[in-house]
């Protein structure tokens, strides 16, 4: 038997028969050997669109914000709600390998390793949003506390856009040491078993000489701990900081103390639907069902229901407040606005994508569908993206001076910046997924006894048996 | 950083190993180490190991971060550039607050992590004597320094009554040096070479 026990009950994480040596085949092998057309063709479609972003940018740096059609009631469009959108996908990554790890949720093992990696490609691209956005690039570190010759002239540490600074970096470093920490073993394993020389001599460099040794896995296990301890608040800070960008100013429609839960319910929300669709993908390609099962799929879905109703709460609070508080004005965005009006159809979509559809995982057989999945994580993240421009755009378009009143419509660089983060996010993804452990192998090893398929079937013995005479057995046992 | 003789031993299933290990220090052998695919829990007590500091480190950090961000902000607003910023007060303790937490987050995690590089002498370049090819894999290496006092031949045989199979005997660097994984290029193998040549 065992050393620990797990209740049959429970799905078991890894399916089919696995031992040690098995796992490492599964996922390591697809690293070792050339990849399908199919990756190709992704790969070189990713490349094409980070491709067009690129010269988008530089057209935007060329002649100026003026190529974008942000005008002066709407100052921020695009640019802003792509970055809100992205961060937000970021969030279910360090969610995943943190507050998971920290609630002892086994299931995650199977899907941490993408979801970081997800969360660190969308930070990636979030954070060149509010920094092209500036205009003259070329001065963005004006944003850092340098010492500087202009007096020195500091930066202002009571503005929530300072605190993003501070909050978007710190959030890539910590959830970069926290990923490739975890990588490290995985490298090494890459490393002993590599056939090429060029292979062991890079896998060699990556994976810092691990050995495996148990007093360093006693201190990586120490750091994985304090790191998710780290992590956890830190994850719920940088979406509060960022709706902070928001509620901390006088604008109808953002002035208000919702904000922080609701936008880190979103976040999460629009995070774990993007990991289901990246994962689906993978574990297609990549031939990973027995690791990434239908049951971590329905675990993610349950997050989804949870977190999308969480956010359909806020949308109905803000309606609430919006007539109980009886501002004219935050009436008026709302009702007159936001519900209706020219920008009305953009609310809609919103509510529908991150309301309503969700509501079909509150059945176990939609929750356990791949199509059902895939369909919904693409509605989800849809719905995500028009809750930030609703949330930017209609609250801007309509001010205080109806003789300012505005549309607006992106211009093609707006568009092509966005697609170019798209190129950016996957070009990332394809070349993680050639050359990376996509499944963290330690940490699968570590749960294949209590939760793979073939060694819960042993335990069906026991779970068979009278408490009392298992009690003695254990007691007794030579 | 010493070359030394070691008896390997390999074992398939952590069940077999624990009681291994209990053997092997009752027995009064050195242990070198035993290298595992995956942190086996538990592994560490039963080596006698004891428990790492690197949480009270990674809290010294944090308390650094937490006193860096407050120090400096109030520097800034208070002692070196006091600035009217609409009226505001100089030492606004509350819009401090999300920069001085994601400072101490900072510190604490690149600090953690320099220090777990540093205790585990992990660095990029950085190669180690690996016992057997799969202990990264889904083997448990068990390693036993052999010292003057030791008798190889015994400990083999301890070894395979205890479970473990492929029993070898190494000689290896036990500490860590610059090189490259796909060389044999252990220091003292370095030596050998340049005196034969």
Sequence with gaps: ?478 | MAVKKFVVGLFDDEAVLFPAVKKVRTAGYKLHDVYTPFPVHGLDHAMGLRETSLHTAGFIYGITGTTTALSFMSWVFNVDWPLNIGGKPHFPLPAFIPITFELTVLFAAVGMVMTFCWLCQMMPGVKKHIFHPRQTDDKFVMVIELTEKTNAEEVKSFLTAAGAHDINEQKAEAGWWFGRFDKDDEPYLRKIQTANA
Aim: with cysteine; proline share 4%; aromatic share 18%.
């Design chain 1, 1 to 478: 038997m065992h050393l620990k026990y797990e209740s049959t009950l429970r799905e078991p994480l890894v399916d089919g028969v696995k031992d040690y040596h098995q796992v490492t085949e599964d996922i390591i092998s697809p690293i070792e050997g050339k990849p399908g057309k199919l990756w190709y063709v992704g790969f070189f479609i990713s490349l094409s669109l980070l491709g067009f972003g690129a010269f988008s940018v530089f057209w935007q740096i060329y002649f100026g914000v003026g190529v974008w059609n942000l005008n002066k009631t709407i100052g921020w469009g695009w640019d802003i709600t792509n970055f809100v959108w992205w961060v937000g996908i970021g969030h279910a990554g360090t969610l995943i390998s943190a507050i998971l790890l920290l609630f002892r949720q086994g299931w995650r093992t199977g899907v941490n390793r993408a979801a970081e990696a997800m969360t660190i490609f969308a930070v990636m691209c979030a954070g060149q949003f509010p920094i092209i956005h500036m205009g003259r690039v070329w001065m963005a570190f004006f944003i850092l506390p340098y010492p500087n010759t202009r007096g020195p002239v500091w930066v202002n540490f009571n503005s929530p856009l300072l605190w993003d600074v501070f909050a978007i970096s710190t959030y890539f470093t910590v959830s970069l040491l926290f990923w490739y920490s975890g990588l490290l073993p995985d490298f090494a394993t890459i490393r002993d078993r590599a056939k090429t020389k060029l292979r062991k001599l890079l896998y060699g460099v990556a994976s810092f000489g691990w050995t495996g040794s148990t007093k360093h896995w006693q201190r990586h296990e120490a750091l994985s701990l304090v790191l998710a301890g780290l992590s956890t608040p830190l994850v719920l800070s940088v979406h509060t900081i960022v709706s902070f960008d928001f509620a901390t100013s006088v604008i109808p429609g953002w002035h208000t103390t919702i904000f922080p839960p609701y936008f880190v319910a979103g976040a999460i929300f629009s995070g774990f639907a993007m990991v289901n669709t990246l994962l689906i993908i993978t574990r297609k390609i990549l031939h990973l069902e027995e690791y990434i099962t239908v049951g971590h799929m329905e675990a993610m879905n349950k997050v989804i229901v949870l977190t999308g109703s969480v956010v359909g709460c806020a949308y109905l609070t803000e309606l609430f407040m919006a007539w109980y508080g009886a501002n004219p004005y935050e009436f008026d965005t709302f009702f007159k606005y936001r519900a209706a009006g020219p920008l009305g159809w953009s609310y809609w979509i919103m509510m529908t994508c991150n309301v309503i559809s969700p509501q079909v995982f509150w059945f176990r057989k939609m929750r356990r569908s791949v199509a059902v999945t895939f369909i919904m994580s693409i509605i989800v993240n849809i719905g995500m993206w028009f809750e930030r421009f609703v949330i930017i755009c209609t609250s801007l378009y309509r001010d205080y001076l109806p003789s300012s009143w505005s549309y607006y419509r992106p211009s093609w660089p707006e568009v092509g910046f966005y697609m170019g983060t798209f190129g950016l996010f996957f070009t990332c993804y394809f070349l993680f997924a050639k050359y990376f452990p996509v499944i963290a192998v330690a940490e699968i090893k570590s749960i294949l006894k209590t939760s793979g398929e073939n060694y819960k079937e042993k335990m069906e013995v026991y779970e068979g048996q009278d408490t009392e005479k298992f009690a003695h057995e254990v007691a007794h046992a030579h």
